[in-house]
């Protein structure tokens, strides 16, 4: 339960910040900062078994056909990244009160931060990569929420889209990495994966694979060839980016590379992707932040530097390179989240994070300068700072690889070039901000220290740096060996976290990386303007945007060629689908080649006998067709025609002993038929088609072709022996369901899930075509297709009578056939579409002011509840410990009536009655009248009359 609650407890506080948003900001705040403190309690609690090596988890059963189960993992690799993100998320929380101004917008903030802190602990914490894919979603889509929280702005929309767009589609390629991944283990739970590298590594699939989750991994954690939307993320609020950047998100990536290692790590494939990776989007992210102006925007990139940094890492493939990464992710963590915050906080005092304009602040703001300071030198690599202890591990991993064979040298030679940019981009943090003369045109003159609390957080972050730089085995050791071991799969390599190892080529890299770096800030002015319009020509935002407007013009221009407006041209479009791809593959294949045709397709079972009764159905069935397409101008005699087809099919369900769809058959049928009645009379006279000798070849063509490929298919099916599931719903529909009616057992039973879906699709149409038909304005015309004149009378009294003396006799059988329905043919849906049948006679028949004016049932509302008491009866089941939609039946004796049987399917089968009457309905009652202001006006006229 310890679990649930860490991943719950964000979700919780989200929920209770929206239910409590009139309390405005200030609990808002509040219940944040109680739910990243709960969520750290939990840590603590869980620390001694973690510490012991242990691994706690949780999981319960779910969708077993597709692997999908709510499974839990702690252990030290996941207690690290969720300490971070509890810790860092809290002191988010503390600095962002103070940071954001107290309106209305601070409530949606935090509910958004919560939001992305759960998200992240579910991906740190899934013990299973399917549920793993779900967070890992969840972070891109609540990322792009708090990126854009500025709607108002451009920068922040074009930078969301453009991250959302990024990480999506990486996001995309890693569920494809998970799917394979799951084919090759026969497992998606982690403990499943992870015990089977070797049969992972030797698997044909494994370099597409590989491929695919380095994909997911590199877009989100900003690597070449995907850093570029990164750098535009810095249009979201300051506490947003200290967030994302330290232990959020773009660690998100860094942690799939360190959770899947065991699996992955070892072959070619690993260290040269990984590595060659890592390396370049190090140097490259340095060199870019060297040449920045916007003070988050050095700071962006050098996050991309050190995220390709910790991934060259775990590309050089050695037990201490991966120590190392680990022990990096930690340092960059607490360091790049108080740079942010201090960065914030300049802005938030200044008005601007332009550095040609921040200069001298140490003299209005040397506390805050004083903090940046030393979080800067850590970044920088400066010794008795945590970031100087993982530079040197860092350092000497790049001398022990030797898979670059003659080129060794370049991993260590670009390892030293990317920490003098970093101490270069460093001294340019505080000597451009603090020092280098006295500010130029701040928005915010005199500047000046921000809140004590708002300090709170850099200074807690500050001080860690120092404390891990000066005593790291007391400090980290324990979490480091934890973190490690869960990393490796096994006890971790002998490491020190000295601050002293003697003279050697670590400390000399390190020694040469300081002075060049300061040589480069000292030369950086002439470097800089040279190369500024360089970066503002390749600016990525604006490539990205002019990629992103071509496509939605060529997007623009084959909708408008495929969607022209005609119906025809979509069902030809279909049809041709239907006939081309099948009929490819089958002649590709041979087996419709020839004059042996037929007999190819013929298979070894012999064809059933035809009897008389049955060949005149379908010669009937046949003519009908044929009739409906000669008729198609006399539209009342075309529908008279299509209803007949209609009665065959019906019939023929009947004389294949298929009752139930029979009845289906005959209520869709007369539905359909009213329905097509209501909307001819609004059809046009004329409807002006000319059909040419092309379209008529076409239409012809397709028709033989398709009406060919489905016959041949059917004939091909029904003479080849199969096996059929239907013995099992014979033998389990009474003991299983409760029922002597299969088919209505296999709809709210066996596949109630099914069931449930397709109730919920309807509603949506129902809902879909209520608002396309709201509004419409239709002429009524004078004459029917024929010229004649119709009818003044609306609303014969002869229907209308007839009509309402049916509807209590039709509604007794649709009540009979929904009670009949689990043991005889019949059901819910059957009943329902009887129920609307004689209420949509009362529509034709007497109007809809007069039908609304008795009928006061809100169709939407009917239907919902439907949808309700199918989702409640589902859900019932799960209290008593069964899954979702299990039926419970028993028989009862009651007095005068005698034995009984009762189903919980019953009263799914009645959600399923109410859904599908409103929404029936809900169509019919929009469909039937134009207006109500024109069907009041036409009864006033006849009354006049």
Not at 251 to 273: E, H
Request: proline fraction near 4%; aromatic fraction near 10%.
């Amino acid at each position: 339960m310890l679990m649930i609650a860490l991943v719950a407890l964000p979700f919780a506080g989200a929920m209770l910040i929206q239910f409590c948003k009139r309390a405005g900001s200030t609990v808002a705040f509040a219940l944040a900062a109680a739910a990243a403190l709960g969520a750290l309690g939990l840590l603590a609690a869980s620390w001694p078994t973690v510490a012991a090596g242990q691994v706690l988890g949780w999981r319960h059963d779910w969708l077993d056909a597709i692997g999908l189960h709510l499974s839990l993992r702690l252990d030290g690799l996941s207690f690290t990244f969720a300490l971070l993100i509890a810790g860092i998320g809290l002191l988010v929380i503390v600095y962002a009160r103070y940071y954001l101004p107290r309106v209305a917008s601070t409530v949606r903030f935090f509910t958004l931060l919560m939001l992305f802190m759960g998200a992240m602990l579910g991906v740190v914490l899934s013990g299973n990569l399917l549920l793993m894919l779900m967070f890992w979603e969840m972070t891109s889509i609540v990322s792009f929420l708090l990126i854009g929280f500025w709607s108002y702005r451009s920068d922040a929309r074009k930078g969301a889209r453009m991250a959302l767009t990024v990480t999506g589609a990486g996001g995309l390629a890693l569920l494809a990495a998970v799917l394979l991944l799951g084919h090759i283990c026969g497992s998606l739970e982690l403990n499943d994966i992870l015990a089977q590298a070797g049969a992972v590594q030797r698997h044909p699939l494994y370099p597409v694979m590989l491929v695919l989750v380095l994909v997911g991994a590199f877009t989100k954690s900003a690597q070449f060839p995907f850093f570029f939307w990164l750098p535009h993320a810095m249009s979201a609020p300051t506490p947003v980016s200290a967030y994302l950047h330290s232990a959020t998100m773009v660690k998100a990536g860094v942690f799939l590379l360190a959770r899947l290692y065991p699996v992955l790590d070892g072959t070619d494939w690993w260290f040269y992707l990984v590595s060659l990776s890592g390396l370049i989007t190090l140097v490259g992210g340095a060199g870019m932040a060297l040449l920045q102006r916007d003070l988050k925007g050095l700071l962006a990139y050098s996050t991309i530097s050190h995220l390709g940094l910790i991934t060259l890492l775990f590309g050089l493939d050695t037990q201490l390179s991966t120590v190392a990464a680990l022990f990096h992710i930690i340092n960059h963590a607490v360091f790049k989240a108080s740079l942010f915050m201090a960065a914030g906080i300049i802005d938030h005092e200044t008005g601007t994070r332009d550095l040609t304009r921040l200069h001298g602040l140490w003299r209005y703001m040397p506390h805050t300068g004083a903090l940046a300071i030393v979080a800067s030198l850590s970044m920088a690599g400066v010794p008795l700072l945590n970031g100087f202890l993982s530079k040197e591990m860092f350092f000497g991993e790049t001398l022990a690889q030797g898979l670059f064979g003659h080129f060794n040298w370049m991993v260590p030679a670009m390892a030293t070039l990317a920490g003098a940019l970093s101490v270069a981009y460093s001294l340019r943090f505080i000597y451009g901000v603090f020092f280098d003369g006295t500010p130029n045109d701040l928005p915010n003159y005199p500047p000046h220290e921000p809140p004590r609390l708002m300090k709170l957080p850099v200074e807690i972050l500050v001080v860690i740096c120092l404390v891990v730089g000066l005593v790291p085995n007391v400090t980290v050791g324990a979490l480091l060996d934890v973190t490690a071991h869960a990393t490796l799969n096994g006890p971790p390599p002998e490491y020190s976290l000295s601050l002293w190892h003697g003279v050697n080529l670590p400390l000399l890299m390190s020694l040469v990386s300081m002075v060049a770096g300061a040589l480069l800030f000292r030369f950086r002015r002439e470097a800089f303007h040279r190369h500024h319009a360089t970066l503002a020509i390749l600016n990525a935002r604006d490539r990205f945007e002019d990629v992103m407007q071509a496509m939605t013009w060529l997007a623009r221009r084959f909708t408008a060629w495929m969607e022209n407006g005609s119906l025809q041209r979509y069902v030809a479009m279909l049809l041709a689908a239907m006939v081309l791809l099948p009929g490819w593959y089958l002649l590709g294949a041979g087996a419709l080649q020839g004059a042996d045709a037929v007999r190819a397709l013929r298979g070894p079972l012999p064809q059933s006998p035809l009897d008389a009764m049955t060949a005149l159905a379908l010669a009937i069935l046949s003519l009908g067709a044929l009739l409906v397409v000669f008729n198609r101008r006399r539209r009342v005699v075309a529908l008279a025609l299509l209803s007949t087809c209609g009665l065959m099919v019906a019939l023929l369900f009947t004389r294949f002993s298929a009752p139930d769809l029979a009845l289906t058959q005959i209520s869709v049928e007369v539905v359909t038929i009213l329905l097509l009645v209501l909307g001819l009379y609004f059809l046009p006279v004329d409807a002006g088609e000319r059909v040419g000798v092309v379209r008529r070849v076409r239409d012809i063509t397709l028709a033989v072709a398709g009406g060919a490929l489905a016959a041949g298919a059917a004939f091909a099916v029904m003479t080849r022996p199969y096996a059929s599931i239907g013995d099992f719903f014979v033998e389990n529909a009474l003991s299983g369901g409760g029922g002597h009616n299969i088919v209505n057992v296999i709809l709210v039973d066996f596949r109630g899930f099914d069931t449930f879906g397709e109730i919920c699709v309807l509603l949506v149409a129902g809902l879909g075509v209520q608002a396309m038909l709201k509004g419409l304005r239709l002429a009524a015309p004078d004459l029917d297709p024929n010229g004649t004149p119709w009818a003044s009378q609306s609303h014969p009294l002869l229907l209308s009578i007839l009509a309402r003396l049916m509807l209590p006799l039709t509604m007794l059988v649709a009540v009979f056939i929904l009670l009949r329905g689990h043991n005889l043919p019949g059901g819910g849906f059957v009943a329902a579409l009887v129920t609307s049948i004689a209420l949509l006679l009362q529509y034709v028949a007497s109007g809809v002011l007069w039908t609304e004016a008795r009928i006061t049932v809100n169709y939407r509302v009917l239907a919902g509840v439907g949808i309700l008491v199918a989702g409640l009866t589902g859900a019932g089941s799960w209290l008593f410990g069964y899954p979702f939609l299990t039926t419970a039946f028993g028989h009862f004796h009651l007095p005068w009536i005698g034995e009984i049987e009762l189903a919980t399917a019953m009263v799914f089968d009645l959600g399923v009655y109410f859904t599908v009457v409103g929404t029936t309905l809900l169509i019919v009652s929009h469909l039937g009248v134009r207006d109500k202001r024109i069907a009041a006006r036409v009864a006033e006229s006849q009354e006049d009359r």
